[in-house]
Antibody, heavy 120, light 107 residues
């Protein structure tokens, strides 16, 4: 059974930084592109970033490019998201998502999410 | 703003059929997927590649597309189908992922 569990969400001040982690199990992690998707409380879903299985290709939403950095450690079955220069608009639940075998942008497994709050 | 447009809310009587639509130019070239999200939970994939259902998804959920509009149809809606529904696909450049704004379904 595929399991994804995010961690690292906290309350941080504007301009601050943090790193989110996603622990994966139940599938061959290194062979799948992984994504981060976020959701402000009470609002819709917004794709954030992706990283291919070998980690050589990444992509970002325009709203986070230059501030966020995605990475992975296939030896630890873990996905990461570094968030810098945070603003209140970055507040929300952050989900890691596994790409479906047919490719992106279909996400067939999601973690429960971790909450990031940016507030002074 | 999202490149995929959804109606904010739709309602359906118990046992009746409802269609939720997702409109966007990128859908002429890229498949849509659909997700169901209930309060306090992560989204769940219910349709991929426009028309395919993952295992475990009831067959009352179906997907289709016409031109630049993808549709999710719930045939014989049940009370447990209440929730938010999101479509997603690639953007028109093909380099990023986009989600529709979501449709709240009330049964």
């Amino acid at each position: 059974e595929v399991q994804l569990v995010e961690s690292g969400g906290i309350e941080v001040q504007p301009g601050g930084s943090l790193r989110l982690s996603c622990a994966a199990s139940g599938f061959t992690f290194r062979t799948y592109t992984m994504h981060w998707v976020r959701q402000p409380p009470g609002k819709g879903l917004e794709w954030v970033s992706l990283i291919t299985g070998h980690g050589r290709l990444t992509a970002y939403a325009d709203s986070v490019r230059g501030r966020f950095a995605i990475s992975r450690d296939n030896s630890k079955n873990s996905l990461y998201l570094r968030l810098d220069s945070l603003t209140p608009e970055d507040t929300g639940f952050y989900y890691c998502a596994k790409e479906h075998d047919t490719g992106w942008p279909t996400f067939d497994s999601w973690g429960p999410g971790t909450l990031v709050t940016v507030s002074s | 703003s999202s490149e995929l447009t959804q109606d904010p809310a739709v309602s359906v009587a118990l046992g009746q059929t409802v269609r939720i639509t997702c409109q966007g130019d990128s859908l002429k070239n890229y498949y849509a997927s659909w997700y169901q999200q209930k309060p306090g939970q992560a989204p769940v994939l219910i349709i991929y590649g426009e028309t395919n259902r993952p295992s475990g998804i009831p067959d009352r959920f179906s997907g289709s597309r016409s031109g630049n509009t993808a549709s999710l149809t719930v045939t014989g809606a049940q009370a447990e189908d209440e929730g938010d529904y999101y479509c997603n696909s690639r953007d028109t450049s093909g380099t990023q992922v986009v989600f529709g704004g979501g449709t709240k379904l009330t049964v």
